[in-house]
Every structure is written in C-alpha cells, then in structure tokens.
C-alpha cells in the first residue's frame, strides 16, 4: 500500500527565533553546511550552528573571500589572491598558498579540492587533497582546449569536470572534459576519459549531482553526464526562450524565462535530474535571487520572499521588514534571513 503524504500546509507570517545583532552583515557570507551554517568573510571563516553558536573560527586575511560548500565540507578562497583555506564541520584540515591568482574553487563531498589559477598568459587548473597537497596541475591554453569557465568535483574525488570556452572562427565553442584521476585514467592523454564539444553553446556553469550524474547549464537549456569512471552524455533538454536563471541541487534542474504575458512575465520549468519535466508555472514575483536550499526553491529581493516546495506549491509568501541580503533554508521550517541589521533565524507559522 502506497502513501503518499502531500505537504498541503502554507504560512501566513514568521515569527523571529534568535538574532545575531552584532554580525558584520556587509562583508559577511552565510552558507548551510549539512545543518550547520558555514560564515565567512574577508577576517576569517568559522561554523555556527542554527542558534548561531559558534562551533570553530580560524581567522586569515583575505580581500574578496569566495567559497564551495559540499555536505560537511568546505572550501574558501581569496579571488584574485593566492591563499585558500580546505575545511570540515570540526576545523580547517588544510591550508594553500596558490603560485596564481585563484579564479575560482570546487570541492567534492570527500574534500578533495579543484581550483581555477590564472596569470594573465595562462591558466591552470589545481587539484588538492584534503590537507592542501597538490594531486595534479593541468595548464590549459586558449586555444586548446580552451579558457576554463567553471569546474566540478566527483563525490569520490576522482573525477575532474571542466567547461572550457574558446572561439572557433565567430563561433563560441564549448567543451566540457573530464578527467579521470584513478587508474582508469592512467593510460588516457592527460588524464581525459571523456570530452564533448559544443558549437555556438556557453556553458557557464557545471556540477555534480549525486549517483555519479553530472550537469552542465547551457545558454540554451542543460545537459547531463552519467557514469562514476568515464562519464557519458545523458539527456540534453533545450528551450527555445531566452534563459533569464537557473537553480539547482541533488534532486531538481529549474529554468526560468519571459514569456511575454503581462500578468505572469515569468515561466519556471523544472526538471528531475532524469531531464524529465516535473513542473510548469507561471509567476509574477519580481525576484533578484533564485535558488534552491534545502529542498524549497527560495525566491527573493531586497524585501520580499517566497517559498516553495519542490513540485512548485507556494508555502509562504510576503514582504519582510529589513533589507534582505540573503536568505537560506537551514532545518524544517527555519530559515536564516541575512538583514543590513543583522541576521534573525525564523521560522514560519
């Protein structure tokens, strides 16, 4: 007997469960880090927990802090600098100090580390251990394969995932590779098992998903990758509408685009990570940020929210008092909500 429980319940209000009033909140970053909250910022990088309590801070320097979270895991960087610091829930376990400036960082859910290092003629991309040794550095050139867009790490750690961009003629080319660092990819030329191009396709944005799928965000719809040693093409689902963003994690692929109708100006398609379509709305919110956190898709500007739950039924929607800079799922029915005064943790009701 099959039961299937629908979560019909929506909220009218919150109610405001703790707050933090001494936050520096300007150049402070809150991400959820496997029930924790994962805080950063150009002082230094610490783990609080829900109460916002802190669990463990380590301080450092950095100019304009940019970060990866992936389960217990975490990764911060300084881009442009040259300095990235690996860590878990308990404490930092590895620290680097790049040869270039940092583009850009990845990790995998067993804390295995890619990051993007450019020096104006050349790029690289770096492969760390959890502790901060380096595994491989792969120099990439433009014009083969390419200038490096965005990377992505296998749960396992073995298998490297870049897009590359370059010019063919007029024509934007994309390829994306991956990189096998086991030993199915000993006896491959640098270490690529597998590569696809793209002609007259941007791809700016790649990642893994769980049960050894990959996904890559085309100007013109996704593609997705399967396989944990040498990953194949899946599905590629193409709109014809231009793509206004994206949203994704393990279990949903959203597009959204105009559609043209002044009522509701925007359609959101979602996708299981099959590439089929689960759901189709159209909606009228005049949001800046969209993102999935926690299983709800959170849609908000500088003073209003809205979530809903992943088949796309709205759960709470309303303006907040404050300016919001951030908002996040962070357990069941609690959300941290990043204010210009300081960050509450709230629950709806």
């Known amino acids: 007997l099959a039961f299937v429980f629908v979560e019909k319940r929506s909220y009218h209000s919150y109610k405001v469960l703790n707050t933090s009033e001494q936050e520096d909140v300007v150049s402070t970053q809150y991400v959820e880090m496997d029930g ?23 301080t450092y320097t950095m100019q304009n802090p940019i970060a990866d979270v992936n389960g217990s895991r975490a990764v911060v960087a300084d881009s442009e600098g040259t300095s990235l610091y690996i860590c878990d829930k308990k404490g930092v376990t590895g620290t680097v100090t790049t040869s270039y400036s940092i583009v850009k960082v990845r990790i995998a859910a067993n804390g295995m580390v890619a990051a993007i290092l450019d020096n104006d003629e050349n790029t690289w991309i770096n492969f760390y251990n959890p502790d901060g040794s380096l595994v491989a550095e792969n120099l990439t050139k433009i014009d083969d394969p390419g200038y490096p867009l965005d990377v992505a790490v296998a749960d396992n750690g073995n298998i490297m995932m870049v897009a590359y961009q370059y010019v063919d003629g007029s024509e934007t080319t994309s390829y994306v590779a991956f990189y096998n660092f086991g030993d199915v990819g000993q006896s491959e030329d640098d270490r690529i098992v597998s590569g696809y191009t ?59 685009f105009k559609n043209g109708n002044k009522e509701k100006p925007y359609t959101m398609r979602v996708y299981s990570t099959d590439g089929n379509l689960k759901f189709e709305k159209d909606f009228n919110i005049p949001y800046t940020t969209i993102k999935v956190s926690d299983g709800n898709i959170l849609l908000y500007n500088s003073s209003q929210v809205c979530v809903m739950n992943s088949r796309g039924v709205e759960k709470y929607s309303g303006t907040i008092d404050g300016t919001i800079s951030d908002f996040i799922k962070i357990g069941w029915n609690r959300y941290l909500l990043v204010l210009d005064s300081g960050v509450d943790v709230i629950k709806l009701s």
């Open 36 to 58: 924790d909250i994962l805080r950063y910022s150009p002082d230094g990088v610490s783990v609080v927990d829900a109460s916002m309590n802190t669990v463990w801070n380590e």
């Open 198 to 256: 793209y002609e007259g396709t941007v791809i700016p944005q790649i990642m893994y998903l769980n049960g050894g799928k990959s996904l890559a965000v085309r100007d013109d719809g996704f593609t997705l990758y399967k396989g944990s040693q040498i990953p194949k093409e899946k599905e590629t689902v193409k709109v014809d509408k231009e793509i206004v963003s994206t949203f994704y994690d393990d279990d949903i692929i959203g597009l959204v």
